[in-house]
C-alpha cells in the first residue's frame, strides 16, 4: 500500500513513524510534514487543505490510503472533495466527512449532539448577535461563576475562555459578538457552566459501526508549572491515566463512547475515522463530555501511538472495511511520558529558525524523539513553530517515563528552549 499521512506535527511523526512500521506499507508520503518524518517517508510540500495539489499528488504517487492528522482539512470537506472527484474516488480516507466533522468544528453542534443523545455534558445555553441582549441578561443572572465562554467555531485552540466574575464575562462575550475578537468562529458563542475535576482524554478509532478503544491520556496546557500561566497547545501527556480504573472505565463506554457511536449511527453521520473524547471527571468520578475532536490530539498521539501493539496500517483497513469487531486491541502496559520543548516566548511571539542541537547525540533505550515544529533547511534541523519536539519515553510509572524523557530533552538545545519539568506532577 502506498500511504499518504496528511499534516506537520508531532502527532503526523508519530503516525508515520508506527505506519512506516507496518508490514503493508509499500511507500509513504506526509503533506507537508518536517524534519522528523523525513526518517519515515518521503514530505510532499503540499498545504494540508489544498485539496486539489493533494488529490494530484495522490494520482501521481499511486496513494491508496490517506489518514489525516488535523481538523482543518476535515472540517473545511476533503472526505467529501476526495469522495466526489472520480479520479480519487477510489482512496480511502480515514476522518469524518464534512458534516459529521463538525462535532469538533461547531461547539453548538457539539451540545445538541450529547443533549439529544443523553451523554453527559455541562448545562448550556448559545447566543449569536441576533439574541445578544439575552445572552448579556443570561450572564449578569448566571447563578454561579466561573462559567465559560466558547466560540462555537475553530479558533486555533484559544477559543475557549474562562470568566470569573459576570462583569468580565459581558466584557469577553461582546469581545467574542460585536468586535470578532476570534473572527467568524466566534459569531457563535457557547456559554457552558464551569465543571471541576480531573481532566483526561479517550480515544476512540471506528468504522461508523463498530469502534475500538485505544489507551487514554491526560495533557497539559498551561506553559508554566504546576498548571499556571497561558493556555498553550499542549506542553506534554502522560498514559495510561491513573485515576481510570476499571470500574470509571466501565462507566465512561456506558454512558460517553457507547451513546456516541450509537448517536452517530442515529444521526446517519458518515464517520469513519478516530473520536477525540476530552471528559472531566467530577469528585464522585463521573464523566462528563468537555469536547469532540474529529481526530487524535497532539500531543496525546505521541505518548498513546507507542504503547498499540498493533499493526496501525491494520487498523485502518478495517476501519475502511467496517470490521473493526474484528480487531482486539494490544497495548503496552508500561507507562509513556511525553515532554515538549518549544520555542522562547511560546505561546505569544517566537522566532524560528535556531538550529537544533544534539538530535543524533542520545542513545536511550524506549524512548522517541518526535518533531513537531521543524524543518531541514541547507542540511540543519532548524525550529519552524511553537511547540518543536517531544521527548517520549517508556517507564514501570509515570515518574520513571518522565525522568527518562526529561533526561531525553537535556541532550536536546536550541536558543531560547523551553520545557516544562514536571509533566505527570500529580501522579508522581
Known amino acids: 500500500m502506498n500511504i499518504l499521512i496528511i499534516g506537520a506535527g508531532g502527532r503526523e511523526h508519530a503516525f508515520a513513524w508506527k505506519i512506516s512500521q507496518s508490514k503493508h506499507c509499500n511507500n509513504l508520503f506526509i503533506?507537508?510534514?518536517?524534519?522528523?518524518?523525513?526518517?519515515?517517508?518521503?514530505?510532499?510540500?503540499?498545504?494540508?487543505?489544498?485539496?486539489?495539489?493533494?488529490?494530484?499528488?495522490?494520482?501521481?504517487?499511486?496513494?491508496?490510503?490517506?489518514?489525516?492528522?488535523?481538523?482543518?482539512?476535515?472540517?473545511?470537506?476533503?472526505?467529501?472533495?476526495?469522495?466526489?472527484?472520480?479520479?480519487?474516488?477510489?482512496?480511502?480516507?480515514?476522518?469524518?466527512?464534512?458534516?459529521?466533522?463538525?462535532?469538533?468544528?461547531s461547539k453548538a453542534y457539539a451540545k445538541s449532539f450529547m443533549s439529544r443523545h443523553g451523554i453527559p455534558t455541562a448545562a448550556y445555553k448559545e447566543f449569536t448577535s441576533s439574541n445578544f441582549d439575552d445572552g448579556v441578561a443570561y450572564l449578569q443572572n448566571h447563578p454561579s461563576y466561573p462559567i465559560v465562554l466558547k466560540a462555537d467555531g475553530l479558533a486555533a485552540g484559544k477559543g475557549v475562555i474562562i470568566c470569573d466574575t459576570p462583569l468580565e464575562a459581558i466584557a469577553e462575550f461582546e469581545l467574542m459578538i460585536k468586535k470578532s475578537k476570534f473572527g467568524?468562529?466566534?459569531?457563535?458563542?457557547?456559554?457552558?457552566?464551569?465543571?471541576?475535576?480531573?481532566?483526561?482524554?479517550?480515544?476512540?478509532?471506528?468504522?461508523?459501526?463498530?469502534?475500538?478503544?485505544?489507551?487514554?491520556?491526560?495533557?497539559?496546557?498551561?506553559?508554566?508549572?504546576?498548571?499556571?500561566?497561558?493556555?498553550?497547545?499542549?506542553?506534554?501527556?502522560?498514559?495510561?491515566?491513573?485515576?481510570?480504573?476499571?470500574?470509571?472505565?466501565?462507566?465512561?463506554?456506558?454512558?460517553?463512547?457507547?451513546?456516541?457511536?450509537?448517536?452517530?449511527?442515529?444521526?446517519?453521520?458518515?464517520?469513519?475515522?478516530?473520536?477525540?473524547?476530552?471528559?472531566m471527571i467530577n469528585e464522585q468520578n463521573q464523566p462528563f463530555v468537555i469536547e469532540y475532536n474529529c481526530r487524535m490530539g497532539d500531543p496525546e498521539t505521541e505518548v498513546v501511538?507507542?504503547?498499540?501493539?498493533?499493526?496501525?496500517?491494520?487498523?485502518?483497513?478495517?476501519?475502511?472495511?467496517?470490521?473493526?469487531?474484528?480487531?482486539?486491541?494490544?497495548?503496552?502496559?508500561?507507562?509513556?511520558?511525553?515532554?515538549?520543548?518549544?520555542?522562547?516566548?511560546?505561546?505569544?511571539?517566537?522566532?524560528?529558525?535556531?538550529?537544533?542541537?544534539?538530535?543524533?547525540?542520545?542513545d536511550l533505550p524506549d524512548t522517541h524523539l518526535f518533531h513537531s515544529g521543524t524543518i531541514l533547511q541547507n542540511g540543519k534541523v532548524t525550529t519552524n513553530g511553537g511547540r518543536v519536539l517531544v521527548a517520549v519515553s517508556?517507564?514501570?510509572?509515570?515518574?520513571?517515563?518522565?525522568?527518562?524523557?526529561?533526561?531525553?530533552?537535556?541532550?536536546i538545545s536550541f536558543t531560547d528552549m523551553q520545557h516544562r519539568p514536571d509533566i505527570g506532577f500529580e501522579f508522581m
Not at 469522495?83 to 468544528?105: C, V
Not at 475535576?197 to 498551561?222: C, H, Q, R, W
Not at 487498523?315 to 520543548?341: C, F, P, W, Y
Not at 516566548?345 to 522566532?351: R, V
Open 31 to 105: 503533506a507537508p510534514g518536517n524534519a522528523g518524518t523525513l526518517q519515515c517517508g518521503t514530505n510532499l510540500d503540499i498545504a494540508v487543505s489544498d485539496f486539489e495539489a493533494l488529490a494530484k499528488a495522490c494520482n501521481e504517487h499511486n496513494i491508496d490510503t490517506i489518514l489525516v492528522g488535523p481538523e482543518e482539512p476535515l472540517v473545511k470537506g476533503i472526505v467529501d472533495f476526495f469522495a466526489a472527484n472520480k479520479a480519487t474516488q477510489h482512496i480511502k480516507l480515514i476522518g469524518p466527512n464534512k458534516e459529521s466533522a463538525q462535532l469538533e468544528g
Open 184 to 279: 467568524v468562529a466566534g459569531n457563535k458563542v457557547v456559554v457552558e457552566d464551569f465543571l471541576t475535576g480531573i481532566e483526561m482524554s479517550v480515544f476512540v478509532l471506528t468504522d461508523g459501526e463498530n469502534y475500538v478503544l485505544l489507551p487514554e491520556a491526560k495533557d497539559y496546557k498551561k506553559i508554566g508549572k504546576a498548571d499556571t500561566g497561558l493556555n498553550t497547545g499542549g506542553m506534554g501527556a502522560v498514559s495510561p491515566v491513573p485515576i481510570l480504573t476499571e470500574q470509571l472505565k466501565n462507566t465512561i463506554i456506558k454512558t460517553v463512547i457507547e451513546p456516541t457511536i450509537k448517536g452517530i449511527q442515529n444521526d446517519i453521520l458518515q464517520y469513519n475515522g478516530f473520536v477525540f473524547i476530552g471528559l
Open 305 to 362: 501511538i507507542p504503547r498499540l501493539k498493533n499493526d496501525l496500517v491494520d487498523m485502518l483497513i478495517a476501519t475502511s472495511n467496517k470490521t473493526l469487531h474484528q480487531i482486539k486491541i494490544e497495548v503496552d502496559e508500561r507507562s509513556t511520558v511525553g515532554i515538549v520543548a518549544v520555542s522562547g516566548g511560546y505561546p505569544g511571539d517566537f522566532e524560528k529558525g535556531y538550529t537544533i542541537n544534539g538530535l543524533n547525540d542520545y
Open 394 to 411: 517508556f517507564g514501570q510509572n509515570i515518574t520513571e517515563a518522565a525522568e527518562q524523557a526529561d533526561y531525553l530533552l537535556q541532550q
